[in-house]
């Protein structure tokens, strides 16, 4: 070998890997101005599954969607008849019509005429101005019956409206409430109003002020106004039967007022009345953040950002004022709902989940603080994305915290800190959707697609007694934003969670009393705000076997002295002392012998010395990825390889670890100048050990593999017993080192390895 220049070379095939990235978006509803996008209301969408809603009933608001878009009827013939499906208007043409009451829509067509208000007609705006003025105003809707059809449904209702200031601390807050009737109906309300006006604000910020007019009875002041209603008097539909949806409860809605700025604006609130205590007192704060929201952004909604939070707020009153909360947990799991523990496997920003979401913030006031809501929208920004999921990435960064949410929701006691830890009213309620695994020996693949912030949970209730190994063979390892975290059961106690996701493989000996897992769950999750996890990539798999998986570990060092005086070179590289662990291969493929693949290990080398009047000087890392069951190939620059001949075969051990990283020049030769000269290659180290034979050591019935040894590459082959160097003649690559000049490169190996002592 010359000492000056790279002596070996190693030949290697380089595989490319092309990934198909399928990216499924979920189906998009039609607005109906004909565009695609959000629909404004949760109770619209088309995307549900089953166990949500009745996939035969359409809402009006997707039936007249479609008819614009066929052109069937005109956008502004689309607007008034949205505004006749709002309250079941007799005036409806009977092809809209639904039986789904979803008059909280209402508030989302309010807020679409008026942005497009200068571009409507004055007849279409003169039909719909019943419909947008105020509660209070006499020309609104709910002053007058809409038709003779409508009237006769009801008796004569009370045309004057009472209000009152909201009272608070030693004054009077500025939120006025309302209410079709007098002063005394007015009155019970105005307690709860002022309670949940001093909670509000423990959890998010005061609203604008409107620009109230004196001259104007309907809006006497500045002061937000929040209208209660009967529904039931206005919608025929709600006269019997509480008015709701398979998303929501029909709470409430909001409207814009002045000031309007555009991005910013004022807003008044309207509260549904005919609804439990809970609701009405949730539907308020719920509302109440809305008008708040409007100061951040006016112009557009995010469902995930602006109803979830919002549904928290809600929560977060209730609890403050010592009420169950039954208003937020009927989004947890409740199959005639839209529910947060059956649809864990859906996007957390899809639109059926937008009320459903609260839980995420509450997971994030229990990690960050009470006062996370506000942070999330004080650092909102216009073109947060269709669901305003990139405005909360900025407070709580989905990379970090989803996975550990998605732990959390498994919501049972293999999770140390539990959702009911800090509301001991929380449902016991759990993810409805897991996926079984097998309980004999098996290899099953975590195959279940993961939409964007999205968890797939697979369930290992429990293991037969043949099953001494658990191995994730973990193809996300590589895949930016893929989680895996697993929650063990060792004997009858949970273990902490443990995040497996950058690990390639991860292994459960069961042989080993600390390893003995009874129960297993494997929590996959993706982190990413706007893609499913890649379809076409190699999945995660967990191989339950049969064969024993006791490893062996220790420590190796190496020290390679490159020695060539007739060109003055005198260089010395020296590996520090590296932890090294082996896994038994799964398939033994010589009998009697036992072999092992190096699990993953990383290496530091040191250079130091002279070529001629040049000194060498560098470290470098080199990274063991680990290639268990791979097929043996010792030209690959890094790897490692294990193999145990018992007694009864000859009781030695042959361990080989390559260390090598060709591409990387962290090898700095400095040679004499003005200035000096310097340049960088390859490091010329390549083994951590190369060791052909060793005897191995026994105590008693304890063996190890340990051992010192000085190794001149080109005396190999006069060094070794017969069988050892078939052995190495064998081997690709091998025998381009023999029979280079003797002395110039001379390895010192040392190394211990034991079988792992099993716990006690």
Not at 62 to 77: N, P, Q, R, V
Not at 177 to 199: C, E, F, H, Q, V
Not at 238 to 255: E, K, L, Q, V
């Amino acid at each position: 070998m010359s000492a000056s220049g790279r002596s070996l070379v190693v030949l290697a095939a380089l595989g490319v890997l092309i990934v198909l990235l399928i990216v499924l978006f979920p189906r998009v509803k039609p607005r109906a101005d004909g565009s695609e996008g959000a629909s404004t209301n949760a109770s619209a969408r088309n995307d549900t599954k089953p166990e949500e809603t009745d996939p035969a009933v359409l809402t009006s608001e997707e039936l007249i969607a479609t008819a614009l878009k066929s052109g069937a009827i005109t956008y502004e013939e689309s607007l008034i008849e949205r505004a006749f499906a709002w309250f079941d208007d007799p005036r409806l043409r009977k092809e809209f019509r639904s039986r789904i009451v979803d008059w909280e829509a209402g508030g989302w067509l309010l807020d679409e005429i008026h942005r497009k208000e200068a571009s409507l007609s004055q007849a279409t705006l003169a039909t719909l101005a019943p419909f947008r003025a105020r509660p209070s105003d006499s020309a609104s809707i709910f002053n007058q019956p809409r038709t003779d059809a409508v009237r006769a449904l009801y008796a004569p209702a009370a045309q004057e409206w009472a209000s009152a200031l909201v009272p608070g601390g030693n004054g009077w807050t500025p939120l006025r409430i309302w209410i079709k009737g007098t002063a005394a109906d007015l009155a019970p309300y105005l307690s709860n109003a002022k309670r949940m006006w001093a909670s509000y604000h423990n959890f998010f910020v005061d609203p604008w002020e409107d620009d109230g007019d004196t001259t104007k009875d309907f809006n006497p002041d500045d002061a937000v106004d929040m209208y209660l209603l009967h529904v039931g008097q206005v919608d025929p539909r709600c006269a019997s039967t509480p008015c709701s949806t398979a998303a929501a409860t029909n709470g409430g809605w909001t409207s814009i007022a002045k000031p309007d700025r555009g991005r910013q604006c004022a807003g008044y609130a309207i509260v549904n009345l005919d609804q439990r205590h809970d609701e009405v007192i949730g539907a308020m704060a719920h509302e109440l953040t809305h008008t708040a929201q409007r100061m951040y952004e006016c112009a557009d909604r995010y469902d995930f950002l602006t109803e979830g939070t919002a549904t928290w707020v809600g929560y977060k009153v209730l609890r403050d004022m010592g009420i169950k909360p039954d208003y937020a947990y009927d989004f947890l799991d409740n199959p005639r709902r839209y529910s947060f523990f059956r649809n864990l496997k859906q996007s957390l920003d899809r639109p059926q989940n937008s009320y459903p979401a609260w839980t995420f913030y509450y997971y994030a006031s229990m990690e960050l603080g009470n006062d996370v809501v506000k942070r999330i929208w004080e650092n909102h920004s216009s073109g947060a994305g269709m669901t305003g999921a990139h405005t909360v990435n900025k407070v709580v960064p989905f990379e970090e915290h989803f996975p550990q949410f998605a732990v959390r929701n498994w919501n049972q006691e293999a999770v140390p800190l539990k959702y009911w830890d800090q509301d001991s009213t929380f449902p016991h309620a759990k993810p409805m959707f897991v996926n079984p695994m097998p309980t004999a020996p098996s290899t099953t693949e975590l195959s279940q697609p993961v939409p964007s912030l999205a968890a797939q949970y697979y369930h290992y209730r429990s293991f037969d007694d043949s099953v001494r190994r658990i191995t994730l063979e973990n193809f996300y390892a590589d895949v930016p934003n893929a989680h895996v975290w697993a929650l063990k059961k060792i004997g009858n106690d949970w273990k902490l969670p443990e995040d497996w996701s950058k690990e390639q493989q991860h292994i459960l000996c069961r042989d080993i009393p600390s390893e003995d897992v009874t129960e297993l769950v494997l929590i996959v999750s993706n982190s990413d705000i706007s893609n499913e996890l890649p379809a076409g990539h190699p999945k995660p798999r967990v191989l339950t076997e049969d064969v024993g998986c006791e490893t062996v570990e220790g420590w190796g060092q190496s020290t390679l002295r490159l020695n060539d005086p007739e060109h003055n070179v005198d260089v010395t590289y020296v590996a520090s002392l590296t932890t090294l662990q082996f896994r038994p291969r799964t398939v033994q493929e010589v009998k009697g012998n036992m072999q092992y693949d190096l699990l993953p290990a990383s290496v530091v080398w040191k250079v130091s010395g002279r070529e001629g009047n040049c000194s060498i000087s560098g470290r470098l890392l080199v990274r063991i990825p680990g290639a268990v069951d791979q097929p043996l190939d010792s030209t690959r620059p890094a790897w490692g390889y294990l193999n145990v001949v018992p007694r009864g075969g000859g009781d030695f051990h042959t361990v080989w670890i390559n260390a090598w990283n060709l591409d990387d020049l962290s090898e700095i030769k400095t040679c004499p100048g003005n200035p000096p000269r310097i340049s960088r290659q390859a490091f010329r180290s390549a083994y951590l050990l190369h060791v052909l034979r060793q005897e191995n050591t026994h105590d008693g019935n304890a063996v190890s593999f340990k051992g010192l040894q000085t190794v001149d590459q080109v005396a190999l082959e006069y060094n070794l017993a017969p069988p050892a160097l078939e052995v190495l003649k064998s081997l690709p690559g091998v025998s381009q080192m023999l029979n280079q000049g003797k002395g110039k490169m001379v390895y010192t190996f040392e190394w211990q390895l034991r079988p792992r002592r099993r716990s006690p």
